[in-house]
């Protein structure tokens, strides 16, 4: 019986010993599981995981006494694939598992329980998908962080609830369905931290809020909390940051709030709190403070001038009086600033750059006043400076033009003087300045050719004078002039030929003499010209037949001879008038060129509008609605002459000799930036459209494509294969694209012809044609078809940088396509410099990023294209004089936005009461693809699909 014993006591030992390698074997091979699983991942920790190495020298394991995998550390590690669970269960000691900032994707399953022992788990940011298992099996766990990790549907809260050891809970960012406040949460009195932003969560906060007292960051923000901030937070003093902006909140903060003196972060931005900022005055530790967006009124607490701590402070767009304390900011490195729209009184507090480090003051729209603190002028970190829209005087110091980092000057609208001193020079990062409606004077210092990141300048309605500087052409990346209403005299610089990013000129209301200088015909991208009430004299340069003008206005100055006949298609009537000098023979109102008849200009004007509507009208009765255009007169040599290579992109009906024959003038149809338009009807009565367009001198043919070179004769710009890429973009919703046509000094593009104009025509010009809301529609959902194909056919995308409605073109049917597309890219010339992107778009169109940056991708002919929706549905242009000064459609849609009411008056009359409802859908889809950020627009392929939503119902009744 003994050595049985003794037998089976040894057999027990052996057995246990059999058993504890086996576990370590086990844990070896499910370690090797893992890497295999890992296997596809780009990351080099798994080097050390080798059969032959002992497992607790893996990188990333750490074991616990008896030799188990304790912890598992493989946060950032780029693993992709999916979460082998079962393996990482299997590791029966696991207390540690942390496997954030991965690629891991695929759903995470309940197996999670069999990890019983986890402690600290972290599965935040990561791809996973579907819903997050109930794990209330693994109730000892102290940290949970599974922040931004794809999870979505219902959230088991209430898994949570016997974690009471529970210290860190990190949801935010996913997108659960909605909920109330989990209560079970409020139970968990060990928390410290809680980050519940973006969880979908709504209703009131709960006043159990304060029984977490051990809070040191609670984090609510972007949820749809509704009620009062509860009076009992006041409990939590531990609190070092408290994050509760972007939701409904009302009330004001709560009495005792003061007793948060640990407060260092505290952001309750975008609510809609009221009351004053008293409470804040005890919390002397705060470096941030954001209350941005809310209705606080009353004055700045004096206190928040002696904050040792305070770095960031957000106010804007609240009720605020009073002065600011003077002290503001003087204390630590204080880098931010933004107390806009409110308002306040009093001077600039002078020391916020007291320690070098701030990066934007941002006052804009107040009471200040006084002057611009001297301090400022020393301020080298500083990048945006905005003051506009107060009442400040005195000089601007010399030193804040000259500002190395300054990205943005405004001091618009304020009541300045003095002048702009020869320190802009330094100014290397400027891209605006905005000085308008100022008294600015003093003559514009040759030095500002030397700022040249230069995009934006406006100086409008100021009291400068004497010459424009000549090297103002030096400035490349300069988009916009405004220097309407000074005294700028002496001739407009010849130079400003060369701006060749320039869109918008206004140098109305001054006093330039001289004549307009032929350059300006060169700039490829000008879209807006106002050179009114001058003294310019001489003849209009024909050269500015060959831009693609929105607006022209040369109205009141000493101009003489005739008008080009070209230029007659993009002005309006009054771009001429009060030029005593000007004749046509088309025009009424002006003298014959050659009989010298005075006729009353402005009755003439009328009657011509009258004929020319009505024969517009009956043209458009007739179902071809072709509107032939005016015939010119001037020579044009044979195109035969030149040699020619033909490069056809689908079966040709016609022959290159066919289209080359008629490229003469009666068969002009269009002219714009991109080159002349031809209609062609070749021998088998095909219609076509023939692009045709002229190569500048710095474009040479070298071998076998052509290329663009720039001055220095050093980039080239394969011409031939951006014409390969639009090539093969096939889609009944894009213009179609029969061939090329290469020569010498310029290449012809032949399209199909679209015998109906363009959207434009449709919806604002002389032959309008009344579009009833299903067509409307049609269109909007068809140009949306056409431009997601742009974007994400299989091509990748092709960005069109200049969607706007005369590109929207329209067949016998008026169903739209696009044109134009990607033709801006070719043709932007001479500015190969990687930094100077030709901005190519047109005034009214061009999404605000262009301002800031010279970046185009996708997200900006969104922004175009939201504007042609909201042509679509009001009928208006997208810039008109009843919009406002400065105000474009985007402006008054979104002024519009207030009531019901006035949503729907916006909708044009003409589009009867049962299609509202669509078109303000689609108004909708306008307004988020008009959003400022880039980044908040919709994709074309979002469009399409909201847009196919928003279907008229009379439609949807007809078809069912
Ligand atoms: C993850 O991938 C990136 C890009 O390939 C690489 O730079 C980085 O070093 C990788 N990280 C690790 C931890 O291997
Ligand atoms: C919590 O623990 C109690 C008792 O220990 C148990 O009855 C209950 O089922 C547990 N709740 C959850 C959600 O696991
Ligand atoms: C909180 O705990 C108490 C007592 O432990 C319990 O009675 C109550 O139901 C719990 N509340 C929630 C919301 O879980
Ligand atoms: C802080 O709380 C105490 C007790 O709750 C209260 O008496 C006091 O007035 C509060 N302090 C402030 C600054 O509100």
Same mark, same amino acid.
């Given at each position: 019986?003994?050595v ?13 010993l059999?058993?504890l ?5 086990d844990?070896l ?13 780009n990351t080099?920790?798994f080097d050390?995981?080798e ?6 020298n893996f ?7 008896n ?5 598992i550390?493989?946060f950032n590690q780029?693993?992709?694939? #999916?979460?082998p669970?079962?393996s990482f269960c299997?590791?029966?000691? /696991?207390e540690?598992l ?7 994707h ?8 069999k990890c019983f022992?986890l ?5 935040g940011?990561?791809?996973?998908s ?7 099996s693994?109730?000892g766990?102290v940290?949970?962080l ?5 999870f979505?549907g219902?959230f088991?809260?209430?898994?949570l609830?016997n974690?009471?050891?529970l ?5 935010w ?7 109330q406040?989990?209560t079970?949460?409020l139970n968990l009195?060990?928390?410290n ?7 979908s969560i ?15 960051e609670?984090?609510l923000?972007?949820n749809y909390l509704i009620?009062?901030?509860p009076r009992?937070i006041?409990?939590l003093?531990k609190?070092?940051?408290l994050e509760?902006y972007f939701n409904?909140?009302t009330?004001e ?5 003061g007793? /948060?003196?640990?407060l ?14 008293s409470?804040i005055?005890?919390?002397n ?7 941005f967006q ?10 928040l001038?002696d904050?040792k701590?305070?770095?960031d402070?957000?106010?804007?767009t609240?009720?605020l ?6 002290k503001?900011g ?8 933004d107390?806009s ?10 020391d916020m750059c007291k320690k ?10 107040n009471?200040f006043?006084?002057e611009?603190?001297?301090?400022y002028?020393n301020c ?7 003051v ?8 601007v110091p ?6 190395p980092k300054?990205? #943005?000057i405004?001091?618009?609208?304020n009541?300045?003087?003095?002048p702009i001193t ?6 290397k990062s400027?891209a605006?300045?905005?000085?308008a409606y100022n008294r600015?004077?003093g003559e514009?210092p040759?030095?500002?050719?030397k700022?040249s ?5 406006? /100086?409008s309605f100021?009291k400068?004078?004497?010459k ?10 300069l ?10 005299s ?13 869109n ?5 209301k001054n006093?330039?003499?001289?004549s307009?200088p ?5 700039l490829p991208?000008l879209n807006?010209l ?7 004299s001489?003849?209009?340069p024909g050269?500015?037949s060959?831009l693609?003008l929105? /607006?022209?206005d040369?109205?009141e ?9 070209s230029?007659l298609t993009e ?8 030029n005593l000098g ?9 003298w014959?060129c050659s009989q ?8 003439w004007m ?8 009505t ?13 032939k255009?005016?015939r010119?007169?001037?020579?044009e040599r ?6 020619w290579d033909?490069?056809?992109f ?6 290159m000799d066919?289209? #080359?024959d008629?490229i003469?003038?009666?068969?002009l149809?269009?002219k714009?930036g ?6 062609v ?7 076509l ?14 071998g076998?494509s052509?290329?663009i070179?720039?001055?220095r ?5 394969e011409?031939?294969a951006?014409v ?6 096939r889609?009944?919703?894009v ?5 090329s046509?290469?020569?010498?000094d310029?290449?012809?593009?032949v399209?199909?012809?679209m015998?109906?104009?363009s959207?434009?025509d449709r #919806?604002h010009?002389?032959n ?13 959902l ?9 974007h ?9 940088r200049?969607?706007?409605s005369?590109?929207i073109?329209?067949d016998e049917?008026?169903?739209p396509r696009?044109a134009?597309f990607?033709l801006a890219?070719i ?5 190969m410099?990687?930094s100077?992107?030709?901005i190519?778009?047109?005034?009214g ?6 301002a800031?940056?010279?970046?185009v991708?996708?997200k900006?002919?969104?922004y175009s294209?939201g504007?042609?929706l909201m042509?679509?549905v009001t009928?208006k242009?997208?810039i008109?004089?009843?919009f ?12 519009n936005?207030?009531?019901k009411?006035?949503?729907?008056r916006m909708?044009?009359?003409a589009?009867p009461e ?15 693809c008009?959003?400022?950020l880039?980044t ?6 979002n469009v399409?699909?909201m847009?196919?939503?928003?279907q ?9």
């Open positions: 019986m003994a049985a014993t003794i037998f089976r006591q040894v057999f027990h030992f052996l057995s246990f059999c058993l390698s086996i576990t370590f074997s844990e091979q499910t370690l090797l599981s893992i890497k295999t699983a890992f296997r596809d991942s080099r920790i050390s995981w059969p032959n190495t002992p497992l607790c990188s990333g394991i750490t074991c616990d006494s030799g188990f995998v304790k912890e550390e493989l780029n693993l992709t694939g #999916l979460l669970l079962s299997q590791l029966k000691s /696991l540690s942390s496997l954030g900032k991965n690629y891991l695929g759903p995470v399953t309940e197996d999670l329980n022992s402690k600290y788990l972290d599965l940011i990561n791809f996973f579907g819903s997050f298992p109930d794990i209330s693994i109730n766990l940290y949970f599974m922040d931004r990790s794809g979505s219902t088991s809260w209430n898994s609830r974690m009471t050891n210290q860190v809970l990190s949801l960012d996913n997108p659960f369905d909605r909920t406040f989990p079970v949460i009195t060990k928390l931290g809680l980050y519940l932003s973006n969880c709504e209703g009131n906060i709960p006043d159990e809020i304060g029984n977490l007292v051990e809070l040191t609670l984090v923000s972007e009620g009062e901030i009992t006041t409990k003093t609190l070092c940051e509760l409904e909140l009330g903060l709560p009495p005792g709030f007793n /948060l003196t640990s260092e972060d505290f952001d309750a931005s975008r609510n809609h709190l009221h009351g004053n900022l409470e005055r005890f919390l530790k705060l470096k941030s403070l954001q209350l809310n209705q606080f009124s009353g004055e700045v607490p004096p206190e001038g904050f701590y305070l770095v402070l957000s106010l804007y609240n009720k009086t009073g002065p600011l304390p003077q503001l003087s204390w630590a490195d204080f880098i931010f600033i107390v729209e409110n308002f306040f009184t009093g001077p600039i507090p002078p070098g480090t701030m990066v934007a003051v941002l006052m804009l729209q009471n006043t006084g611009i603190p001297d301090a002028a080298m970190t500083l990048i945006r400076f905005r506009g829209k107060n009442r400040l005087s005195g000089q010399g030193g804040i033009w000259g500002l300054a990205e #943005l405004d001091v618009a609208k009541d300045l003087e003095g020869s320190d802009i020079g330094k100014a400027l605006q300045l905005l000085l600015l004077n514009l040759s030095e500002i050719s700022a990141s230069l995009v934006s300048i406006d /100086l100021n400068f004078l004497g424009i500087p000549e090297e103002i052409g030096e400035l490349k990346q988009t916009s002039l405004q220097i309407q209403g000074n005294a700028f002496g001739s407009i610089p010849d130079s400003l030929g060369s701006c060749h990013s320039i918008d000129v206004n140098m109305a006093m330039l003499s001289g307009i032929p350059s300006l015909g060169s991208a807006f106002n050179l009114s009430r001058n003294q310019l001489g003849p209009i050269t500015l060959s693609r929105n /607006l022209l040369l109205s100055n000493r101009l003489t001879g005739q008008i080009p006949d230029l002005a309006n009537n009054s771009s001429f008038t009060g000007l004749c046509n023979e088309k025009i009424r109102g002006f014959q010298q008849s005075g006729v009353s200009g402005h009755l009328a009657l011509f509008c009258l004929a020319f509507a024969i517009a009208m009956l043209a458009s009765l007739v179902a071809f609605c072709y509107l255009k005016k010119q007169n001037i020579g044979s195109l035969k002459e030149d040699s033909l490069k056809p689908h079966v040709l009906t016609f022959t066919e289209i #080359l008629s003469k003038q009666e068969n149809i269009g714009g991109s080159g002349n338009v031809y209609r009807v070749v021998g088998n009565g095909k219609e459209a023939v692009k045709h367009i002229r190569y500048t001198d710095d474009r040479r043919k070298i076998s052509t290329c070179l720039n001055k004769g050093t980039k080239c710009m011409f031939e951006e390969q890429t639009l090539s093969s973009i889609h009944v919703n213009v179609k694209l029969y061939c046509i290469s020569g010498e310029s290449n012809l593009l399209y199909e012809y015998p109906c104009g959207l434009w #919806l010009s002389c309008e044609l009344e579009l009833d809301w299903e067509t409307r529609y049609d269109i909007a068809g140009a949306a078809k056409g431009l997601e194909y742009l994400h056919g299989c091509d990748g995308p092709v960005i069109h200049d969607v706007k005369s590109n073109l329209l049917e008026l169903k696009i134009d990607g890219k043709v932007q010339a001479n500015s410099k990687e100077t992107q030709i190519a778009g047109t005034h169109y061009i999404a605000p990023e262009y800031y940056t010279n970046k991708n996708e900006s002919d969104l294209f504007v042609v042509e679509l009928g242009r997208p008109e004089l009843e406002g000064e400065d105000k474009n459609i985007v402006d008054w849609v979104s002024g936005l207030k009531t009411e006035s949503v729907v909708v044009d009359p589009i049962v299609y509202r409802e669509s078109a303000i859908k689609v108004l909708k889809i306008a307004i988020l008009t959003a400022r880039p908040l627009r919709p994709t074309m392929r399409v699909q847009v196919e939503e928003a008229p119902r009379e439609l949807v009744r007809v078809i069912e």
